[in-house]
């Protein structure tokens, strides 16, 4: 599959992993629905010009997402949706007892699941439904979904028992939910990224960062959402890569 002339639906869109990656693809010709629940989504997509439309929504809700999934397949006209790149999702921190004994917020723990993993779930799950009515292409592919872990499902420290959990589950549809979407021709893969210059990061005190980047075996330095980009167009465009989990993350193991 090509990027040129197909329309992608990217959530998290409105900045960072999956702003780059709706930039790349309109570069090289495709066409994009930015889905995000920040209104910035809507600026973006303006500059992106014709080739790009923005809906908000919440990744959560059966509505919103289906609107977006419908918004997708109509500007991909007789293609239909081609393609999903899943980057919403939220950081969560918090210790499973506080320094005074006390235990970790529940509503808190089960937000960040319902947003990380649900979310992830019934993105795949709506876009699967429209992909398979898809005309497929030569080699009978219909789509692809990638999905967006992290390298705390493998390294979680302190205080991300909530995050890691989430991405461990993103981790873990992708091997059955591309064995099972396969006769329909549709591939999914997950890009686990390490730690990327992305919003995110803003709160992150400058000492903390620099000893991040230092961690990194090569190259020293945070990751740039337009290298996650480029590992989504890799996906895209290579029909061998399914069912995967790619780590991104310059060879960091987080301690």
């Not at 420290?157 to 396969?182: D, F, T």
């Amino acid at each position: 599959m090509q990027l040129k002339d197909n329309a992608f639906l990217i959530t998290g869109a409105a900045s960072g992993l999956g702003a780059a990656t709706a930039e790349r693809i309109v570069a090289a010709g495709g066409r994009v629905v930015l889905c995000d629940l920040s209104e910035t989504v809507e600026s973006h997509a303006a500059r992106l010009g014709e080739a790009a439309l923005a809906v908000r929504g919440d990744v959560t809700r059966e509505d919103d997402m289906q609107a977006a999934v419908e918004a997708a397949v109509s500007l991909g006209g007789k293609h239909g949706l081609a393609g999903v790149i899943h980057c919403a999702g939220v950081v969560s921190v918090a210790k499973l007892l506080d320094r005074e004994g006390n235990p970790a917020d529940l509503e808190a723990y089960a937000r960040t699941v319902q947003i990380n993993l649900v979310g992830t779930f019934n993105v795949m799950r709506l876009a699967a439904a429209a992909m398979s009515q898809n005309d497929p292409f030569e080699d009978g592919e219909r789509g692809v979904i990638i999905n967006t872990a992290s390298v705390a499902a493998f390294d979680g420290q302190v205080g991300q028992c909530a995050y890691s959990a989430s991405k461990a589950g993103v981790v873990g549809m992708s091997l059955p939910a591309a064995r099972e979407l396969s006769r329909h021709g549709i591939r999914v893969m997950a890009i686990a990224p390490g730690v990327f210059e992305t919003p995110m990061m803003s709160d992150i005190p400058e000492d903390a960062v620099a000893a991040l980047s230092a961690s990194v075996p090569f190259p020293k330095r945070l990751g740039k959402p337009d290298e996650y980009a480029r590992l989504a167009e890799q996906i895209v465009t290579n029909p061998m890569l399914n069912g995967e989990v790619i780590r991104l993350d310059g060879g960091i193991r987080m301690q």
